[in-house]
């Protein structure tokens, strides 16, 4: 079952998601060479807290962070510490945010300095596939439109999408029915109807799909070591199509 959430709950989430998108137009400054993703974690931990909101991450199935910094290869769930970026990487950085009960959760690709073609035009792709996917929330659609359309422009532009993670309602638990798939056939599922709040999140890869789990038990890299993208909004579905509520 997909939960309705009424205009009052909706209210905070977008309290809390605009936090979140505030937090991560600062990551975007604060990214840069010789800056180290424990130090990004820090940043993140203080800015939270100083806007009153929890970070949700921390603590979550024992994850150790506020954020998740995920760079180059790394897929997701990039465990924040001691690596110090350079110039030409590209860092996925994930931020999951609580507000009297009700969670929001974003992520974004950031280029650190100049990079070059391939992780540029990755994080275009990457990007582009989530609005995408955002404009096929209208009411009626179904669930998998949005999985379909995220896989269509992904694929058709020669990248691939990540199977293994998916995407998620979202609202007093982070993590909510439904799964999202970022691939699948169009037109199946439950239809989208007005007060359904959904995480919507592709992770692209420049090589093969397939991931794996390096030994510190959390972050997900590709197969192959090629470049890795990961972007994501939450979106409230109402009469009048998608609202972004991760947006500053
Ligand atoms: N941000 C991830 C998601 O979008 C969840 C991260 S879970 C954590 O579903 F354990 F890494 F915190
Ligand atoms: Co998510």
Same mark, same amino acid.
């Given at each position: 079952?997909?939960?309705?959430?009424?205009?009052?709950?909706?209210?905070?989430?977008?309290?809390?998601?605009?936090?979140?998108?505030?937090?991560?137009?600062?990551?975007?400054?604060?990214?840069?060479?010789?800056?180290?993703? =424990?130090?990004?974690?820090?940043?993140?931990?203080?800015?939270?807290?100083?806007? =009153?909101?929890?970070?949700?991450?921390?603590?979550?199935?024992?994850?150790?962070?506020?954020?998740?910094?995920?760079?180059?290869?790394?897929?997701?769930?990039?465990?924040?510490?001691?690596?110090?970026?350079?110039? =030409?990487?590209?860092?996925?950085?994930?931020?999951?945010?609580?507000?009297?009960?009700?969670?929001?959760?974003?992520?974004?690709?950031?280029?650190?300095?100049?990079?070059?073609?391939?992780?540029?035009?990755?994080?275009?792709? *990457?990007?582009?596939?989530?609005?995408?996917?955002?404009?096929? *929330?209208?009411?009626?659609? $179904?669930?998998?439109?949005?999985?379909?359309?995220?896989?269509?422009?992904?694929?058709?532009?020669?990248?691939?999408?990540?199977?293994?993670?998916?995407? $998620?309602?979202?609202?007093?638990?982070? $993590?909510?029915?439904?799964?999202?798939?970022?691939?699948?056939?169009?037109?199946?599922?439950?239809?989208?109807?007005?007060?359904?709040?959904?995480?919507?999140?592709?992770?692209?890869?420049?090589?093969?799909?397939?991931?794996?789990?390096?030994?510190?038990?959390?972050?997900?890299?590709?197969?192959?070591?090629?470049?890795?993208? $990961?972007?994501?909004?939450?979106?409230?579905?109402?009469?009048?199509?998608?609202?972004?509520?991760?947006?500053?």
């Amino acid at each position: 079952m997909i939960k309705i959430w009424s205009e009052r709950e909706i209210a905070i989430m977008r309290k809390c998601g605009r936090t979140v998108a505030k937090l991560l137009e600062t990551l975007r400054e604060a990214v840069r060479p010789g800056v180290s993703t =424990g130090e990004l974690d820090r940043l993140a931990e203080a800015f939270l807290l100083e806007h =009153g909101v929890r970070p949700a991450f921390k603590g979550y199935r024992g994850y150790p962070a506020t954020i998740c910094t995920s760079v180059n290869e790394q897929v997701v769930h990039g465990l924040p510490g001691e690596r110090v970026l350079r110039e =030409g990487d590209i860092i996925s950085i994930d931020v999951g945010a609580c507000l009297d009960g009700y969670f929001s959760d974003a992520a974004m690709t950031f280029p650190v300095g100049e990079v070059d073609g391939t992780a540029r035009r990755l994080l275009e792709v *990457c990007q582009g596939a989530l609005w995408a996917a955002i404009r096929r *929330c209208i009411p009626g659609n $179904h669930l998998s439109d949005i999985s379909h359309t995220i896989q269509r422009y992904v694929e058709s532009r020669g990248y691939s999408v990540v199977r293994d993670y998916a995407g $998620h309602g979202i609202g007093t638990k982070i $993590h909510d029915e439904p799964q999202i798939p970022n691939y699948g056939p169009p037109g199946q599922g439950p239809r989208l109807r007005p007060g359904m709040v959904l995480a919507i999140e592709p992770m692209v890869n420049v090589g093969t799909w397939e991931v794996m789990t390096m030994p510190d038990g959390w972050t997900v890299v590709t197969r192959d070591g090629k470049l890795s993208a $990961h972007f994501e909004h939450v979106v409230a579905i109402t009469d009048n199509g998608a609202e972004v509520l991760t947006l500053g």
